[in-house]
């Protein structure tokens, strides 16, 4: 298989896009990474506004500001209109402003909340104040660490899933044994996916039920999306193993006999991109560490129709790689 550094998405007569809508998948980045969607209630009848987003080095996310225009997305269950913000994960703190430049206090706290209401209170600099809300609260609090985001799909089934993360001393990191209780948040290729979020300073981790079933101390952080295929090392420890095709039902074998011999040719990744600027037309180009075209020429490959839609409407992609 193939060892992709970069990808492109890329629309016909779109060169640049904000990366809200796209995002590459290099050694660097996870491919599991997370974005954020995020509800403001449109409390002073804007109709339309704008967002400024920010990464942790001060760069400019959706371009200089007021950055990406926006229009009230949809109606809340209280009949208010509310704009939807979608941001990636290296996004730092966002603002909203209105066409009169009126904007928001900086909001750095996305993480925690489904969405922000305004009250018209504002700070001493005439910022409005946003006053966060949560419509499915956690029953936790996701420690203050600077985070990196990892995939766990539970291939075996287990029905308590627990994290435990230690540092170069052995020191645990999110607490004693049995650490931090996951919660999953989507089914994947049939399997439940935890995402874990991995402490700065950790040596390495394990994954388990809390009834004698963990995986291998895992120490190997290149390894973003993984699952159990059942073998073991000699401690009895489960084995993980990267999760790329999803693996077979060993009930229902398949034999040349039975079964065509399968033309899907072998993939590393598989990326879900879901089309939130409403392209018309979708391509994607790919090149290898060699700098060749992986699925042709400039603009590449012309993916067919949507495979889903999102929560909010917008057509979803999905591709392999």
């Not at 987003?53 to 371009?63: C, K, Q, T, V």
Request: charged residues 20%; contains cysteine; negative net charge.
């Amino acid at each position: 298989m193939k060892k992709i550094l970069s990808l492109i998405l890329a629309a016909a007569l779109l060169i640049c896009a904000f990366p809200v809508a796209a995002f590459a998948v290099t050694d660097d980045v996870p491919v599991c990474a997370l974005q954020y969607e995020i509800k403001i209630t449109d409390n002073f009848g804007w109709g339309k506004a704008y967002v400024y987003a920010w990464d942790e080095n001060n760069n400019d996310i959706f371009g200089a500001y007021p950055g990406l225009k926006i229009d009230v997305y949809g109606t809340n269950d209280y009949g208010e209109n509310f704009f939807l913000i979608t941001l990636p994960q290296n996004t730092e703190g966002f603002i909203l402003a209105d066409e009169n430049n009126k904007h928001t206090v900086d909001i750095t706290d996305f993480q925690n909340y489904d969405g922000y209401w305004l009250d018209g209170s504002t700070d001493e600099n005439g910022r409005y104040n946003v006053i966060g809300y949560s419509d499915n609260p956690v029953d936790y609090t996701v420690p203050d660490w600077k985070e990196t985001f990892y995939c766990f799909y539970n291939s075996l089934g287990f029905e308590d899933v627990y994290m435990y993360a230690y540092d170069n001393s052995g020191n645990p990191l999110i607490g004693e044994w049995p650490g931090t209780a996951l919660t999953y948040d989507v089914v994947e290729d049939g399997l439940e996916r935890y995402v874990l979020n991995i402490p700065d300073g950790a040596k390495g981790y394990v994954i388990h039920d809390n009834k004698g079933n963990q995986t291998e101390d895992i120490e190997d952080f290149s390894l973003y999306r993984f699952w159990l295929d059942g073998t073991m090392d000699d401690m009895g420890h489960y084995l993980v193993t990267p999760f790329s095709i999803p693996p077979v039902d060993p009930s229902s074998p398949t034999t040349p006999s039975t079964q065509p011999e399968s033309t899907e040719p072998d993939y590393t990744y598989r990326i879900d991109f879901v089309n939130t600027l409403d392209w018309e037309d979708f391509y994607v180009y790919a090149w290898n560490e060699n700098g060749n075209a992986i699925l042709g020429d400039w603009p590449g490959t012309k993916l067919p129709k949507e495979d889903y839609l999102s929560d909010y409407g917008h057509k979803g992609y999905i591709f392999y790689l």
